[in-house]
């Protein structure tokens, strides 16, 4: 298989950067949609973590496989989740990837190694790790790749993952988002080290911190530790520091963050710096831009029409691809 080189290339770089802005283009019409009650149902945004939702996920190759959280859409983008599914999703029609059930990114497709997401947190972490069993014992050269936020990492069921995945020297990476809070908890008031990273030596796995603000690093952060997975080295830890720039739900206001923080990461908004990267190195004119902005607008347009034109599923779906135990 012929996987992705660390160092991007021209056209590998505008498809990074195609999924950081649609992803953005994507949370703001949400909001929008949100605000004015046309959704069903709640959103949570994953504004300004573009860089480490898509730079971790484009490590991935076709076979891989990706468990993401409710915040986590823009991860899915690079596996081919598009925009039309998204808003179908969140309208609740028979078009989106669930039929209708669910709502929020509860979304997921085996074919394009993307696992449905669970509210629970981070039930998606052990199940990350059983698919890399599997790959394992088939002698499959596949890897999984887990997200979480920092939160999540105070659950039983993220330390015995990490036990097991060491132990049984797994091809699973898992990504944990540190974005500060925690709902309205802070991060120091959910941990006492200072980096969720080093947990990872009390499980014997590699534990990295990468600026989750900055894509390349994300990027490449993820891939070594995607590629030495799939070549039998184990699991690896990142930890990726950023914010989340809007409230936990739509429904939040987030007034317990200081407006200074939210200004300071604004500021380090990832998708403009990324653009500040590729204009230097003639990637990226005015032009080339605004064309994109456009490409994406009416992509988002042409979904949310899609979404709303769309019918609500017959009531006969309801026991559908349902389990209960
Ligand atoms: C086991 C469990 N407990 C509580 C919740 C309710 N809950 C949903 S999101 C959230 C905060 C999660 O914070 P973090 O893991 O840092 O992720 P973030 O929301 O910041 O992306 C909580 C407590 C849940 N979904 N699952």
Known sequence: MQVKSIELGAKELMDVYYYMRLGRAIEDRLNLLYKGG????????????????????????????????????????????????????????????TRGKGEDNYQGDLKRGMLASVSMLPNFYPVAAGCSLAFKIRKEKRVAMAYCGEGATSVGDWHETLNIASVQNLPVVFIVINNGYAYSTPVFKEMKVANVADRACAYGIPGIVVDGNNVIECYQ?????????????????????????????????????????????????????????????????????????????????????????????????????????
């Open 38 to 97: 046309k959704l069903p149902g709640a959103i949570y945004l994953g504004t300004g973590q573009e860089a480490i939702e898509v730079g971790a996920s484009y490590a991935l190759e076709p076979g891989d496989v990706i468990a993401t959280t409710h915040r986590d859409m823009i991860a899915q983008l690079p596996r081919g989740l598009t925009p039309r599914e998204v808003f179908s999703q969140h309208y609740g029609r028979i078009t989106s990837l």
């Open 221 to 325: 952060e993820a891939k070594k530790a995607v590629e030495r997975a799939r070549e039998g080295g184990g699991p690896t830890l990142i930890e990726a520091k950023t914010m989340r720039i809007r409230g936990h739900a739509g429904h939040d206001p987030a007034t317990y963050v200081a407006k200074e923080i939210i200004d300071l990461w604004t500021k380090r908004d990832p998708i403009v710096r990324f653009e500040n990267y590729l204009a230097e190195r003639g990637l990226l004119s005015e032009e080339t831009k605004q064309n994109m902005i456009n490409r994406i607008n009416n992509e988002v347009e042409d979904a949310v029409q899609f979404a709303e034109s769309s019918p609500y599923p017959d009531g006969k779906e309801a026991i559908e691809d349902v389990y209960a135990a």
